[in-house]
C-alpha cells in the first residue's frame, strides 16, 4: 500500500466471479486483456481492489485456477474481511467494528429453526458472515422472517441475497458498500483519496457498491435481474452507473471508456506489437509486450519473421545478460536465437502468459529498474518467475524505443518447472 505515495488515478473495486472472471470463458481471454491493460497503464499510479463474496480459502483456490492478478486490496467474505499486498495483512480495525451488535451464535439458533435454509460449506461460515442457501421462489418471505426474528432477539444484522440461491447474514456495518466507504474514509484521512473510484458488479451483493457518492459504477452485461432490479429501483437517474454492453472484464474496460477514466486499449487488442507507439518512455509497457509477443509467438499467432525478431534484438544492449530460474547465464540475443526455434511450438495448446506486480523505478534520468512476476500457463502446469531487470531509454525521443540492459529471473516457491532446461524468458 506504502507502494502509492499519492492519491489514486484509478481505484478499481471489482467483484470476482462473472464480473472480473468469466466462468464461460475457458480461455479467459477478457480477464487477460484487462490484465495486460492495468500492468501497462495502471499499476504504477492506480489501486485494484477485489471485492468478492468468497472466503480467504475459496478466494486463494480462485486465484490458482484463473489468471488472475494480485490486487493491492482484497476484501473477501461479502465484505466482512479486508486485507493488503500480496501477503494479505489484515485490517484490525474493520474487524473491531464489526464486533459491535454481533453475536453469531444467536444467528446460528435463529436460522435452525427455518427448514428453507441450508447451510453452506464450513469454508464459507466467517466470523462475520453466516451463509445459507435458499431456493429462489423462497427467499423473500425468509428474509423477511429472519430479519424480524433476529430483531427480536436484539440484533442488527444485514441480510443479502445473491446468484438467485445464497444468504448471507452479516453485522449490519458489513457488506461490501460498507468496507469500501471504510477505506475510503481511511484514504482521505490520509490526505489522499482516489481521483476517480470504479466500482464494478453482477450480483446482489454488489447492489451496495453502486451506492456509495462519487463513484462510476459498471453493471456488466451479463449482471444478475437482482442486481438490475435494484438499479431500476434505486439509482436509475445516475448518469455515473452503467449497463455494459460487453461481458465481464470487457465490460469493466467498456467502462473506463465510456467514463473516460484513462486508457481502454489493452496492448492485447493491438494486433501487431511493431506498430504500437508511445508519446512518453513506459517501461511497464515494455514488459507487457514483450510477453505477449512471447506468448503470440509460441502459440504461432504472428508470422515468423525475421524483422521482429530484428526488431526485439536491437531492444537489448549487445552484451544484455540474462540469469535464467536455473542460474546459468545467457546474453538476451543467445535467448532471442533460442526463441526464434520456438514459433508456433504451442500452437492450439492451452498456453498463455501474462505478468503481475509490474513494479518499475527509476534510477536516473533514462534508466529503470524493473520487477515484475512473469506468469506462464502450459497445459495443466503453472510456473511463475519473479523478474528483476534494468532497462534504458534508447534517446531523448520515445519514439527511439528501449533497451534491455539486464534480466535476472527465480522460481517463486510453489510454481518451479521440475525440469528448467528448456526454459527461456
Ligand atoms: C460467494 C461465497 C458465498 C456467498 C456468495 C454470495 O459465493 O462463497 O458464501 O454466499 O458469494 O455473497
Ligand atoms: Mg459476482
Given at each position: 500500500?506504502?507502494?502509492?505515495?499519492?492519491?489514486?488515478?484509478?481505484?478499481?473495486?471489482?467483484?470476482?466471479?462473472?464480473?472480473?472472471?468469466?466462468?464461460?470463458?475457458?480461455?479467459?481471454?477478457?480477464?487477460?486483456?484487462?490484465?495486460?491493460?492495468?500492468?501497462?497503464?495502471?499499476?504504477?499510479?492506480?489501486?485494484?481492489?477485489?471485492?468478492?463474496?468468497?472466503?480467504?480459502?475459496?478466494?486463494?483456490?480462485?486465484r490458482?485456477?484463473?489468471?488472475?492478478?494480485?490486487?493491492?486490496?482484497?476484501?473477501?467474505?461479502?465484505?466482512t474481511?479486508?486485507?493488503?499486498?500480496?501477503?494479505?495483512?489484515?485490517?484490525?480495525?474493520?474487524?473491531?467494528?464489526?464486533?459491535?451488535?454481533?453475536?453469531?451464535?444467536?444467528?446460528?439458533?435463529?436460522?435452525?429453526?427455518?427448514?428453507?435454509?441450508?447451510?453452506?460449506?464450513?469454508?464459507e461460515?466467517?466470523?462475520?458472515?453466516?451463509?445459507?442457501?435458499?431456493?429462489?421462489?423462497?427467499?423473500?418471505?425468509v428474509?423477511?422472517?429472519?430479519?424480524?426474528?433476529?430483531?427480536?432477539?436484539?440484533?442488527?444484522?444485514?441480510?443479502?441475497?445473491s446468484?438467485?440461491?445464497?444468504?448471507?447474514?452479516?453485522?449490519?456495518?458489513a457488506?461490501?458498500?460498507?468496507?469500501?466507504?471504510?477505506?475510503?474514509?481511511?484514504f482521505?484521512?490520509?490526505?489522499?483519496?482516489?481521483?476517480?473510484t470504479?466500482?464494478?458488479g453482477?450480483?446482489?451483493?454488489?447492489?451496495?457498491?453502486?451506492?456509495?457518492?462519487?463513484?462510476?459504477?459498471?453493471?456488466?452485461?451479463?449482471?444478475?435481474?437482482?442486481?438490475?432490479?435494484?438499479?431500476?429501483?434505486?439509482?436509475?437517474?445516475?448518469?455515473?452507473?452503467i449497463?455494459?454492453?460487453?461481458?465481464?472484464?470487457a465490460?469493466?474496460?467498456?467502462?473506463?471508456?465510456?467514463?473516460?477514466?484513462?486508457s481502454?486499449?489493452?496492448?492485447?487488442?493491438?494486433?501487431?506489437?511493431?506498430?504500437?507507439?508511445?508519446?512518453?518512455?513506459?517501461?511497464?509497457?515494455?514488459?507487457v509486450?514483450?510477453?505477449?509477443?512471447?506468448?503470440?509467438?509460441?502459440?504461432?499467432?504472428?508470422?515468423?519473421c525475421?524483422?521482429y525478431?530484428?526488431?526485439?534484438?536491437?531492444?537489448?544492449?549487445p552484451?544484455?545478460?540474462?540469469?535464467?530460474?536455473?542460474?546459468v547465464?545467457?546474453?538476451?540475443?543467445?535467448?532471442?536465437?533460442?526463441?526464434?526455434?520456438?514459433?508456433?511450438?504451442?500452437?492450439?495448446?492451452?498456453?498463455?502468459?501474462?505478468?503481475?506486480?509490474?513494479?518499475?523505478?527509476?534510477?536516473?534520468?533514462?534508466?529503470?529498474?524493473?520487477?515484475?512476476?512473469?506468469?506462464?500457463?502450459?497445459?495443466?502446469?503453472?510456473?511463475?518467475?519473479?523478474?528483476?531487470?534494468?532497462?534504458?531509454?534508447?534517446?531523448?525521443?520515445?519514439?527511439?524505443?528501449?533497451?534491455?540492459?539486464n534480466?535476472?529471473?527465480?522460481?517463486?516457491e510453489?510454481?518451479?518447472?521440475?525440469?528448467?532446461?528448456?526454459?527461456?524468458?
Amino acid at each position: 500500500m506504502d507502494r502509492i505515495t499519492m492519491a489514486a488515478r484509478l481505484m478499481i473495486v471489482s467483484d470476482l466471479d462473472h464480473t472480473m472472471v468469466d466462468h464461460h470463458d475457458p480461455e479467459n481471454i477478457s480477464l487477460l486483456r484487462f490484465n495486460a491493460l492495468w500492468e501497462s497503464n495502471y499499476r504504477h499510479d492506480s489501486l485494484l481492489v477485489f471485492s468478492t463474496g468468497r472466503s480467504p480459502t475459496l478466494y486463494k483456490q480462485l486465484r490458482k485456477e484463473k489468471p488472475m492478478l494480485t490486487p493491492d486490496i482484497a476484501i473477501m467474505s461479502v465484505g466482512t474481511e479486508i486485507t493488503y499486498g500480496s501477503s494479505m495483512l489484515p485490517d484490525d480495525g474493520w474487524v473491531e467494528f464489526l464486533n459491535q451488535k454481533w453475536d453469531r451464535k444467536i444467528i446460528t439458533e435463529e436460522t435452525s429453526k427455518f427448514s428453507e435454509l441450508t447451510l453452506q460449506a464450513e469454508t464459507e461460515q466467517r466470523p462475520h458472515k453466516v451463509s445459507f442457501y435458499v431456493d429462489k421462489t423462497k427467499a423473500q418471505i425468509v428474509m423477511k422472517e429472519l430479519s424480524d426474528c433476529l430483531e427480536k432477539r436484539g440484533l442488527d444484522v444485514k441480510i443479502i441475497y445473491s446468484g438467485g440461491m445464497d444468504l448471507d447474514i452479516l453485522p449490519q456495518g458489513a457488506g461490501k458498500g460498507q468496507a469500501l466507504a471504510y477505506l475510503l474514509k481511511k484514504f482521505k484521512t490520509e490526505g489522499k483519496p482516489p481521483i476517480n473510484t470504479l466500482v464494478c458488479g453482477d450480483s446482489g451483493n454488489d447492489a451496495e457498491l453502486f451506492s456509495i457518492p462519487e463513484v462510476y459504477g459498471v453493471m456488466v452485461s451479463n449482471a444478475q435481474e437482482e442486481l438490475l432490479q435494484w438499479h431500476a429501483e434505486n439509482a436509475k437517474g445516475n448518469p455515473n452507473i452503467i449497463h455494459a454492453k460487453e461481458r465481464c472484464a470487457a465490460g469493466i474496460i467498456e467502462a473506463i471508456g465510456r467514463f473516460k477514466l484513462g486508457s481502454n486499449t489493452s496492448p492485447r487488442d493491438c494486433a501487431d506489437f511493431m506498430e504500437y507507439k508511445l508519446d512518453i518512455v513506459n517501461p511497464c509497457y515494455e514488459v507487457v509486450n514483450f510477453y505477449l509477443f512471447y506468448e503470440r509467438w509460441r502459440r504461432g499467432e504472428i508470422d515468423n519473421c525475421e524483422t521482429y525478431i530484428a526488431s526485439l534484438k536491437a531492444s537489448c544492449d549487445p552484451s544484455a545478460n540474462f540469469v535464467l530460474p536455473s542460474g546459468v547465464e545467457k546474453t538476451l540475443h543467445e535467448c532471442l536465437h533460442t526463441m526464434k526455434g520456438y514459433h508456433g511450438d504451442q500452437k492450439g495448446k492451452r498456453f498463455r502468459v501474462w505478468v503481475d506486480r509490474v513494479l518499475s523505478t527509476p534510477i536516473g534520468s533514462n534508466t529503470w529498474l524493473l520487477k515484475f512476476d512473469k506468469w506462464e500457463l502450459s497445459g495443466d502446469g503453472r510456473y511463475c518467475c519473479v523478474t528483476t531487470g534494468k532497462i534504458s531509454a534508447k534517446g531523448s525521443n520515445p519514439s527511439e524505443g528501449c533497451s534491455w540492459v539486464n534480466l535476472q529471473q527465480k522460481w517463486l516457491e510453489g510454481f518451479e518447472m521440475k525440469d528448467d532446461s528448456t526454459w527461456f524468458f
